[in-house]
């Protein structure tokens, strides 16, 4: 069959039937004009019947026999086969995740059927499930193909990217890449440098020029909370910190390597004792007022309109394991123990209360959340924002052994029958913050996780959702909306083929990836001002102007081309050797479409008019994490190469375009179109380095 038949492309061949020019006929024979109108009428009422009959389960024991599951075949790779070859398919949905795992000795098609099928949507019919509970093994009796399922309705979100870190508001390059997303940090121990005492800056600080810029563009502003000032830290642990100092800086940096250990939280026989809790929460408290424009207490903008944010969290990278350096306090191991930085060591008390830091972190959570939720239950809490550093291979001790986990788990246990508002409030924030750098693109359970074994961000939202799943709320699995605040591909990080150019590249590859994970706003690290390394721009020494590296291009150049549109599905047309990623426009006025999720062909013209496509070319599946090492420094490139291939748009005008800058329109038949015929269909190639795709009819 026509692979291109069941792709993304096709569309609806329009009905060129010639009206009946001869109706004389019927017109002199009014009886043949009854029979026929009746005889049409019951071929109707069947069709639909038998529709009817085939889609909607009657009764439990209809329910019990569902036979019908749509979904793109695909092959797991040969690492996922046991050993009699089973689960060796998959069915998955528009986003990669896995719908059923298919045993192709249950299916009674031949295997040369179904190889041909792969990557195509397919309808499997006659089910029986063999071993529940997960993983599926499923028998099935009919495979088919299916020119498009569509049938459910999703919900196509505003693909939101932005600038993590530090993006100046006054800085003309912030503006310049553009953004939708903004993220800032508000440092108490800059605005309450002693007890007591505020400094909010009236709207001329670093923070509040970036709430006015969110404001300015109308995007949602996400803001940090952290960094505790002198007073509100325990002396014993103050001197603790000395042993976290890293040996190669010198102490006038300490300050900036190691700002502060965990905030007292009760420790009695410290003389800050634990007054210090109740000023952080009242400090939170007059944050939230401040921004949360319901016209008390709120800090105006230089318009004289209150200033207004969207969320708060508390603390960046509270997760960090080690030295605690880095405003990341809440997660030290004691070095005293060690062996191995991670695994073995005694969980870290830096504030000497007697209970480990991430415990503490936990129930400071819970007063977090409930204090900005008093001020104004509008604003939203996210959780900190997530390195995921145990996950890096040395340190994964087992998923329960993560900071996440763990602090899921205390709040859990102590909380659903000692607080009273447990059930809603659980777990104590509404939306997850996480981090992901592409160093740990081939970390192992990133890897295992993403069923479209692209690993990556996907595997590591995928881990993140698993490890939510694991704890309920009112009766189901645990679900949390993502934020990725951070995303990023430092250059130069170690000698080696990491160049800028794989920079700008894999800033296109991963933000398509992001969005596909369903994680409502996607931001990179950073633009260059906080952090040389992972800058869009490289920023020099005074009075150098910066120079903007290739990925500053990119960035803008994927900016102008997602602004306004929301990711739809991955492109499965061929799956050994492609990652696809489809975006679709959303409607101006909102931030997110009711709109036919699976085959893009079942789409109003003017989406499929308007298309996206995000490609570009792969190795083979299996191959793709077969380099050694994923840790900081080693550099992932794909092995072995991947290959140039060639893809059918069905479009009679395409415009492509790539990370920097060059473009190129094609027309059907046309200089460009590889199949050199006017055939309704454009021919390209498509190699590694990634190219936007739109479709213009
Ligand atoms: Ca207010
Ligand atoms: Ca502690
Ligand atoms: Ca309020
Ligand atoms: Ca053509």
């Given at each position: 069959m026509d692979p291109s038949q069941t792709n993304q492309g096709v569309i609806p061949a329009p009905n060129n039937k010639p009206e009946n020019s001869s109706p004389s006929l019927l017109r002199r024979n009014p009886l043949i004009t009854r029979f026929i109108g009746i005889f049409a009428g019951l071929i109707v009422i069947i069709v639909l019947g038998i529709f009817i009959y085939q889609n909607y389960p009657f009764g439990q024991a209809a329910k019990a026999s569902k036979e019908f599951y749509t979904g793109y075949l695909v092959k797991a790779s040969?690492?996922?086969?046991d050993k009699n070859n089973q689960r060796c398919f998959r069915l998955l949905d528009?986003?990669?995740?896995?719908i059923l795992f298919i045993s192709p000795d249950g299916i009674k098609v031949r295997k040369s059927a179904l190889m041909a099928m792969l990557g195509q949507l397919v309808r499997i019919k006659g089910?029986?499930?063999?071993?529940?509970?997960?993983p599926l093994r499923v028998i099935a009796t009919q495979m088919e193909s299916s020119s498009?399922?569509?049938?459910k309705q999703g919900l196509i979100r505003k693909a939101l990217m932005g600038l993590g870190g530090y993006s100046p508001a006054d800085s003309p390059y912030t503006r310049e890449a553009g953004t939708n997303s903004k993220s800032t940090s508000l440092y108490w121990r800059n605005i309450?440098?002693?007890?007591?005492t505020f400094n909010?800056?009236?709207?001329?600080t670093g923070a509040e020029r970036e709430i006015q810029l969110c404001n300015d563009l109308n995007i949602p502003c996400n803001i940090m909370i952290g960094v505790a000032?002198?007073?509100?830290?325990?002396k014993s642990s103050q001197s603790l910190l000395a042993n976290y100092?890293?040996?190669?800086?010198t102490p006038s940096n300490a300050d900036w390597y190691?700002?502060?250990?965990?905030?007292?939280?009760?420790?009695?026989?410290?003389?800050?004792?634990?007054v210090v809790k109740q000023h952080f929460v009242d400090f939170v408290k007059k944050a939230a007022e401040r921004y949360?424009?319901?016209?008390?207490d709120d800090a105006k903008g230089s318009n004289g309109r209150p200033l207004t944010v969207q969320s708060f969290l508390m603390y960046?990278?509270?997760?960090?394991?080690?030295?605690?350096?880095?405003?990341?306090?809440?997660n030290t191991k004691h070095p005293?123990?060690?062996?191995?930085p991670f695994e073995g060591r005694r969980d870290g008390d830096?504030?000497?209360?007697?209970?480990?830091d991430w415990q503490d972190y936990a129930d400071l959570q819970k007063d977090f959340y409930y204090a900005v939720k008093e001020v104004n239950p509008n604003l939203k809490v996210n959780f900190?924002?997530?390195?995921?550093?145990?996950?890096l291979d040395q340190h994964y001790?087992?998923?329960?052994?993560t900071f996440l986990y763990k602090v899921l788990a205390h709040l859990q246990r102590t909380y659903?029958?000692?607080?009273?508002k447990f059930a809603q409030s659980?777990?104590?924030?509404?939306v997850m913050n996480a981090h992901y750098y592409?160093?740990?693109?081939?970390n192992t359970p990133f890897q295992e996780h993403d069923e479209y074994s692209v690993g990556g961000v996907r595997g590591e939202i995928s881990w993140m959702k698993n490890i939510f799943a694991k704890f309920s709320k009112e009766g189901k699995l645990l679900e949390r909306p993502f934020v990725l605040s951070e995303i990023s591909d430092p250059y130069?990080?170690?000698?080696?083929?990491?160049?800028e150019e794989v920079m700008a590249i894999n800033l296109w590859k991963i933000f398509a990836q992001s969005f596909s994970t369903g994680a409502e706003e996607v931001r990179w690290y950073?633009?260059?001002?906080?952090?040389p390394q992972f800058g869009l721009l490289e920023v020099k020494k005074k009075p150098d102007l910066p120079r903007k590296r290739p990925a500053f291009g990119a960035y803008q150049r994927l900016f102008n081309n997602l602004n306004g549109y929301g990711f739809h599905s991955i492109d499965?047309?061929?799956?050994?050797n492609l990652e696809g990623y489809l975006f679709v426009p959303v409607s101006?006025?909102?931030?997110?479409n009711k709109i036919k999720t699976g085959?893009?062909?079942?789409?109003p013209s003017s989406i499929i008019n308007n298309s996206k496509e995000i490609l570009w070319s792969i190795p083979t599946r299996p191959d793709f994490?077969?380099?050694?090492g994923s840790n900081w420094g080693n550099v992932r490139e794909p092995v072995p190469a991947p290959p140039t291939i060639q893809k059918r748009f069905v479009a009679t005008s395409i415009h492509t375009e790539d990370p920097f800058g060059k473009s190129q329109d094609i027309t059907d038949g046309?200089?460009?179109?590889?199949?050199?015929?006017?055939?309704?269909k454009i021919t390209i190639n498509i190699s590694s380095a990634p190219l936007i795709v739109t479709v213009k009819n």
């Open positions: 040969q690492a996922k086969c528009s986003t990669g995740k896995v089910i029986k499930i063999d071993k529940p509970p997960e498009g399922e569509a049938s309450e440098p002693t007890m007591g909010w800056g009236g709207g001329t000032p002198a007073w509100a830290v325990t100092q890293p040996k190669d800086k190691c700002p502060e250990a965990p905030i007292n939280m009760n420790n009695p026989s410290d003389a800050n004792d634990n949360d424009g319901d016209g008390i960046n990278e509270m997760d960090y394991y080690e030295r605690n350096c880095g405003q990341a306090p809440w005293e123990d060690d062996g191995k830096l504030n000497k209360n007697g209970k480990p900190g924002t997530y390195g995921n550093f145990e996950i001790n087992g998923d329960e052994k659903s029958s000692s607080d009273a659980f777990p104590y924030f509404d592409e160093v740990y693109h081939c130069p990080f170690s000698a080696g083929s990491h160049q950073d633009l260059g001002f906080g952090d499965f047309s061929n799956y050994d101006a006025s909102s931030t997110s085959n893009l062909a079942n789409q994490c077969s380099l050694k046309k200089t460009g179109d590889l199949d050199a015929r006017r055939d309704g």
